[in-house]
């Protein structure tokens, strides 16, 4: 194979994984806290974009503007979830959470299309964010920069809250042991509140981000790069944080490599993922930077 | 604890109502509109599939998102076999189909069997990798294989015709073939529960540590409760082909999965009783809700049908039911007749008393 064309690849490759890392960190927290799945993580990513979309072309805000109320909204949308339908249930069976994340998700992905319609919308691109420049024969576009910085800063910034703040060493906490957690006298439900809010500021992120770069926008969006980003989260270890984001570019640079190199696959690329995530449960089923699963 | 064992009362009761039951439906056939035998038919199908989910996310407590990637195998198994060669070759336009499945053709019966069997290899497939860890990871396999039956049947144009779909299957399912297949269904499925493998299966959903400790395999016991809920499933979707006569990838949307999840919620996690229920009244009661998708005038205000209405107070009632009533219409209790006869005879003692 051409080395240049190598090369271009990784760069796509790179940027897919990205994208799938940095939902997948929020995912990873959420379960690593609760041992939830939450499924509504993927559509949660839909409203942010469906919110920056609204706001720059009905009230004429400028992107950078419309991109913060999206994040700020979606946040606040992520405490409701938590209020309204989890907390409620928290002390009944799990399977009871999980289908109440399903419903979530599924009630969120048809609010989309009795309020907005099915049919696609373009989402905007901002000059910032559009274009490409050339490094060595390979095009890098701006955007992958951008997707790279805004991962890589909000990496940092889950990794410090979660292995360093006080309310980290309360998730931490939660996580081992609930029950406990509640003796020694910490507001576990401002902690956990705080985890949803959290994890939905970084799918709001990567919602705005996934749109910028496949601009139609349509109230299913958010499903495939969801199951993508959990089946990332597992290959990095459920609950680690910087493994979700390996295993994010790694899922990445999978899929675009595979179909790079045997073009006919392409429209099996959906299926990678799932491929991946079965040989991952066979062979290491704690991904790559997990502890030992305890039950 | 022993079931009580079926007395002769009960056994005799439980044959007179299956007779009642045929009677009803030999009137049905004879006297009611096809679009009411064409409800009927769809609410055995659902009852298959309600009591067989249920044994695996209400019985072994497992929560599964299989069902419709499950009915697609069932029903593109039971369509190649069904359809006859000829007919396979007018509508394979885009690449004929490959050969041994091209030559196949065998009857309605055959192809149920088939249906059933090739979709439990697949749920052991998925089984083996899945509960050698542990079940929380079942929802994203099974919701993720979903995704994967899609791009495959659109994809592999030689074997599913993509996504033009199979089409012109002959109609064989009919409300003795969807009823029958429907009574057999519930009558395995309650003396599984009602057996060794019943009793183990739901001590791994209360404890799964403490059921090992009492020497059940929790590895063996989640595979057997996936592979059969498969396998009904599967001959629930040959049954669902040959009811539409046409299939494609796009048929088979996690809809399908969510209103089954609605039914056995509704009826109660782990009721065989409760999902028949739920079956019926929400298979009749969805087509009695399709008038929020279409327009009409309420009071003098017009009101523009909304589509996809249906499905936001489908997922709504989902989450309130969860929140307000997470045991449903009847949380794990079963009919039996005994419960029958003392509600009989409380309700004639209160009328008698008063």
Known sequence: ?295 | MQPPALGHRDRLLTLVSTGLLLFFLWWAENYTSDYTIRILNQIAIFIILAVSYNVINGIAGQFSLEPNAFLAIGAYTSAIITLSPEEKARSFIIEPMVWPLSQLHASFPVSLLAAGFVTAFFALLMAIPVFRVRGDYLAIVTLGFGEVIHVVASNLVKVTNGPLGLKGLPAYTNLWWSWGICIATVFCIVRLVNSSYGRAMKAVREDETAAQAMGINAFRIKTLAFTLSGFFEGVAGGLLAHLITTISPSLFTFMFTFNLLIIIVIGGLGSTTGSILAAVLITAGGEFLRFVEEPMTILGFHYEGIPGMRMVIFSMSLIGVMILAPRGIMGRNEFTWQKFFDIVRKLRAGRQGR
């Not at chain 1, 720059?56 to 309204?84: E, K, N, Q, V």
């Not at chain 1, 406990?180 to 919602?207: E, Q, R």
Request: hydrophobic fraction near 55%; charged fraction near 10%; include cysteine.
């Open chain 1, 1 to 295: 194979m051409d080395p240049n064309y190598a090369l271009q690849q990784i760069v796509f490759g790179l940027t897919l994984g990205c994208f799938y890392a940095l939902l997948a960190i929020g995912y990873t927290m959420v379960y690593g806290v609760l041992r939830l799945i939450n499924f509504a993580h993927g559509d949660l990513l839909m409203v942010a974009a469906y919110i920056a979309f609204f706001a720059i072309f009905i009230f004429h805000l400028p992107w950078y503007a419309s991109f913060f109320i999206a994040i700020l909204l979606t946040g606040f949308l992520g405490y409701l979830i938590d209020r309204g339908a989890y907390r409620p249930i928290r002390r009944s069976p799990r399977i009871g959470a999980l289908i109440t994340a399903i419903g979530i998700s599924f009630l969120l992905e048809n609010l989309g299309i009795v309020l907005i319609g099915g049919r696609p919308k373009s989402f905007p691109s901002p000059k910032i964010f559009s274009g490409t420049f050339t490094v060595a024969h390979i095009q890098i576009p701006w955007l992958s920069v951008w997707i790279f910085v805004v991962t890589i800063a909000l990496l940092f910034l889950v990794a410090y809250i979660v292995y360093r703040s006080r309310v980290g060493i309360a998730m931490r906490a939660i996580s081992r042991d609930i029950e406990t957690v509640l003796l020694m006298g910490v507001d576990v439900n401002s902690v956990i509140s705080f985890t949803f809010v959290l994890g939905s500021v970084l799918a709001a992120f990567g919602g705005i981000m996934w749109c910028l770069k496949y601009p139609a926008l349509e109230p299913f969006v958010g499903v495939i790069p969801g199951l993508k980003a959990f089946v990332a989260a597992v290959l990095g270890g459920i609950g680690n944080v910087v493994g979700a984001a390996v295993g994010g570019m790694i899922l990445g640079l999978a899929e675009v490599l595979i179909v790079a190199i045997q073009p006919d696959w392409s429209g099996y690329r959906d299926a990678i993922a799932f491929c991946i995530l079965i040989v991952l449960l066979l062979t290491r089923p704690t991904g790559i930077m997990g502890e030992p699963l305890s039950d």
